[in-house]
């Protein structure tokens, strides 16, 4: 078991080619956004297209004065 990370290009796209088959959890993170975490099977042969839509971390603002 190991981990592998990976940059999203400037369109937030991201390619994992030679993954063994198996499950794998995926952890989408960015600062100032809350952690995304999604559960895949890779089976052989498989193209697989994800969208991950990430929430802002910020919930609620208020003005001190």
């Known amino acids: 078991r190991g981990e592998l990370v990976v940059t999203t290009d400037a369109e937030g796209r991201f390619r994992l080619p030679s993954l063994r088959v198996g499950p794998y959890e995926i952890v989408v993170r960015r600062d100032g956004f809350q952690e995304a975490i999604r559960h895949l099977t890779v089976t052989v042969g498989a193209i697989r297209v994800e969208g991950v839509d990430l929430e802002s971390a910020v919930r ?4 001190l004065s």
């Not at 609620?60 to 003005?63: H, I, M, N, S, T």
């Open 60 to 63: 609620l603002v208020r003005a």
